[in-house]
């Protein structure tokens, strides 16, 4: 299916710094707590992420990701997810995090 330009300018992808992060043992699939700052337009938003298999709460504060932040909220538990936080699956299917490899300003926008 190919969609059109228009559409794909929809989906509001933007850098965020992670400001903090908590395990998550009360969800169904391991999932780590994480609260990113995606700068003064949009703020700091939270997200439940299930990257356990590569990442620790301890070592992801001050990392950039790449989410999703238009999406409608979305309850994990008693944790409200507000935005979705962009990786790819390994051959494992674990999610491998988006890298951003220089860094730029929380909240750019992909294009």
Known sequence: MTISFADFLKVDVRAGTVLRAGPYPEARKPA??????F?????EKK???????YYDP???PGRQVAAVVNLSPRQIGK???EVL?????DDDGEVVLVNIDQDIA???RLF
């Open 32 to 37: 780590i707590k994480l609260w990113i700052d």
């Open 39 to 43: 700068g003064p337009e949009i703020g």
């Open 47 to 53: 997200s439940s992420a299930q990257i356990t298999r």
């Open 58 to 60: 301890e070592t992801l």
């Open 79 to 81: 944790f409200m997810s």
């Open 85 to 89: 936080v962009l990786g790819f699956p």
């Open 106 to 108: 929380n909240g750019a």
